[in-house]
């Protein structure tokens, strides 16, 4: 799979493609029959597949603040696509320029002078365009009058009959309920990042953390809970905290994991983190003694889960 950034950097062999576009968090059941579906038409039309998506997601730049947190951060969208065997992932830079472009500025300048699109499969509440007429009957129309076909997709549903969907992911994930939301997914609940130095207050505690750097987007995911660390392929039990800190009056979100039993240096090295139980609500404690207290419990909670697994 090739990662293209930006329209600018498409060339001819990445052109009469067959193309879906969308947000894709967190790679999902629903999205996973698309992407299926797509590879099926690109083998038969024989042209190479592709997948845009967009950085920052189109609400994080409308309003930061209110957006839906993250199911998955950039590079664990990325690998995930990989998997399902796409060929391109276009991402396109989310910017005033893109925001400014009409229905038709965009169909026209990227989807046929661009990218030469022969088959669209997009979702019927797919919507773009600043004028708002962008919708799944004017990709349609659009399609007729430029010679490339417009795909609705279907809904893969849960055993409730509730639509895979991000937002139900979410959800889930809010409800804590780690087992469901891999369900749903289709794969386990993972972020993903670089092992940076923080400011050495789990050493000062008795527990020493490996800070994963999320980079800006705000994960889905707050809380306490029992995770693997897995790096090199090799999976470490841990505990682990994703959430601002507020004891230490903290303001970014940072992912604390403290590795049971861990002596070596994983500075600089990137780390997969795959949640596994939810164990508490992050909270603001008294002072440093309690959340000494409360750390302690919170190890011991994530050791009993593994020695049960």
């Given at each position: 799979?090739?990662?293209?950034?930006?329209?600018?950097?498409?060339?001819?062999?990445?052109?009469?493609?067959?193309?879906?576009?969308?947000?894709?968090?967190?790679?999902?059941?629903?999205?996973?029959?698309?992407?299926?579906?797509v590879?099926?038409?690109?083998?038969?039309?024989?042209?190479?597949?592709?997948?845009?998506?967009f950085?920052?997601?189109?609400?994080?730049?409308?309003?930061?603040?209110?957006?839906?947190?993250?199911?998955?951060?950039?590079?664990?969208?990325?690998?995930?696509?990989?998997?399902?065997?796409?060929?391109?992932?276009?991402?396109m830079?989310?910017?005033?320029?893109?925001?400014q472009?009409?229905?038709?500025e965009?169909?026209?300048?990227?989807?046929?002078?661009?990218?030469?699109?022969?088959?669209?499969?997009?979702?019927?509440?797919?919507?773009?365009?600043?004028?708002?007429?962008?919708?799944?009957?004017?990709?349609?129309?659009?399609?007729?009058?430029?010679?490339?076909?417009?795909?609705?997709?279907?809904?893969?549903?849960?055993?409730?009959?509730?639509?895979?969907?991000?937002?139900?992911?979410?959800?889930?994930?809010?409800?804590?309920?780690?087992?469901?939301?891999?369900?749903?997914?289709?794969?386990?609940?993972?972020?993903?990042?670089?092992?940076?130095?923080?400011?050495?207050l789990?050493?000062?505690?008795?527990?020493?953390?490996?800070n994963?750097?999320?980079?800006?987007?705000?994960?889905?995911?707050?809380?306490?809970?029992?995770?693997?660390?897995?790096?090199?392929?090799?999976?470490?039990?841990?505990?682990?905290?994703?959430?601002?800190?507020?004891?230490?009056?903290?303001?970014?979100?940072i992912?604390?994991?403290?590795?049971?039993g861990?002596?070596?240096?994983?500075?600089?090295?990137?780390?997969?983190?795959?949640?596994?139980?939810?164990?508490?609500?992050?909270?603001?404690?008294?002072?440093?003694?309690?959340?000494?207290?409360?750390?302690?419990?919170?190890?011991?909670?994530?050791?009993?889960?593994?020695?049960?697994?």
């Open positions: 799979m090739k990662l293209i950034r930006g329209i600018h950097n498409i060339r001819l062999h990445h052109q009469k493609c067959v193309l879906t576009i969308g947000n894709f968090d967190g790679v999902h059941r629903g999205h996973q029959a698309i992407l299926s579906r590879k099926f038409l690109a083998s038969e039309y024989r042209v190479p597949s592709c997948i845009m998506i950085e920052p997601q189109p609400r994080e730049f409308f309003s930061s603040d209110n957006a839906p947190g993250r199911i998955t951060q950039l590079r664990d969208k990325v690998r995930l696509l990989e998997g399902q065997g796409i060929d391109y992932v276009l991402v830079p989310f910017n005033k320029n893109l925001q472009l009409t229905a038709r965009f169909c026209r300048s990227i989807l046929t002078d661009g990218l030469q699109v022969r088959h669209l499969v997009v979702g019927d509440d797919f919507r773009f365009g600043c004028d708002r007429q962008g919708d799944f009957n004017y990709l349609n129309q659009f399609g007729i009058e430029h010679d490339f076909v417009v795909e609705n997709t279907t809904s893969v549903v849960t055993q409730k009959q509730e639509r895979v969907s991000s937002s139900l992911i979410r959800s889930l994930l809010k409800e804590s309920d780690i087992a469901q939301a891999e369900i749903a997914l289709g794969h386990p609940v993972e972020l993903s990042g670089r092992i940076v130095r923080g400011k050495q789990g050493r000062t505690l008795g527990f020493p953390t490996a994963v750097h999320l980079k800006s987007a705000k994960p889905a995911l707050t809380g306490v809970y029992a995770v693997l660390l897995v790096h090199n392929g090799i999976e470490y039990p841990s505990v682990a905290n994703i959430g601002t800190r507020p004891t230490v009056d903290g303001v970014q979100t992912l604390e994991v403290n590795i049971f861990f002596t070596g240096d994983l500075y600089g090295e990137y780390v997969n983190v795959r949640f596994c139980q939810f164990i508490r609500d992050e909270r603001k404690m008294a002072g440093l003694e309690e959340l000494e207290k409360q750390i302690q419990l919170d190890k011991e909670k994530a050791q009993h889960y593994f020695i049960n697994q």
